[in-house]
């Protein structure tokens, strides 16, 4: 017999046509052959959305669904095995395992239904958002796997990343200069599935806006994702089978001047399955100052922000939703 679902009326989302989350083929991006084309497609997206679904990007079905096989064997492990990786032990690399609640991006309204991995480039080095990996070594390969994916995650962000430069009347390579040692997380997000009463006091992730530069997402079949559009409805995110969904973070919106918006998304998993989701997040270098670029500044427009650092911001925002470094913080 299925559970009843009874959910908020908050939480309901309007279901999504392509016109509603435009799909962009990037394939003349990725190959070099038209990327002023692509650049004034995401350009047009990022301000009037900040969401995208992108289409021949040249990342591999194969590795795609490894990545998904190896994510559902971590999370099926015994909650032991998983604790043995938790994220709060790497310090202030910031790698490993975050059990359920450990977690909470909404904090004042929503704790986060879902368990989390996190890793990155692996550098011996530990300073805050780098470090050494902390790996599952009794699951074959999965190393291997993972970081050929955040490797292949990067090329494609950088591509993303000229595009936007160029979109914002800037060279390809303009933020280049800033990302010689970038932080970059990949996530890997399990979302077990929520019957019953459902407010907003606890679902899959509370509503937020992205930290970094820019969020390249993976998801399976099952769905969940919902995203605030600029007139303040709540639209839902579909799977399409073999697109990433792009989205800009806080770090574009200051670089743009408020031309374009970080845009609130949030998860709800009403499916009765079991939802795993792959997000990459790409920010800039540690020190990299984050500041209105001069094509979006002007005597009618003035720079609405001061400069900050691109680690400040994150390092801030995590300890908002981490709840351990909240404790250590108040020692």
Known sequence: MAMSIEI??????????????????????????????????IGYVCENLGFLYVVNHGVSKELMDKVKSYTKLFFDLPLGEKEKLNLEQSGESFRGYIPMYGENVDPEYTKDFKECFDYALHEEKVSPFFGPNIMPDFIPDFKEVMETYHAEMLKLANKLIGAISVSLGLPFDYFYKLQQHPISIQRLLHYPPQTGKISREEIGIGEHTDYGFLTILSQDEVGGLQVKNRSGDWISAPPIEGSFIVNIGDLVQTYSNDKYIST?????????????????????????????????????????????TCGEHKYRRFVESHPHLQVDKAV
Do not use: W
């Not at 009326?9 to 038209?34: C, F, H, R, W």
């Not at 079991?274 to 001069?294: C, L, N, Q, T």
């Open 8 to 41: 908020h009326s908050y939480l309901q989302a309007k279901e999504t046509d392509v016109n509603s989350i435009p799909v962009i083929d990037v394939s003349t991006l990725i190959d070099g052959t038209n990327v002023q084309s692509v650049a004034e497609k």
């Open 264 to 308: 609130y998304h949030r998860v709800i998993n009403t499916s009765g399955k079991e939802r795993y989701s792959f997000p990459f997040f790409m920010d800039m270098d540690f020190d990299a100052v984050v500041a209105p670029v001069p094509t979006c500044v002007s005597d009618s427009n003035p720079a609405k922000y001061k400069a900050y």
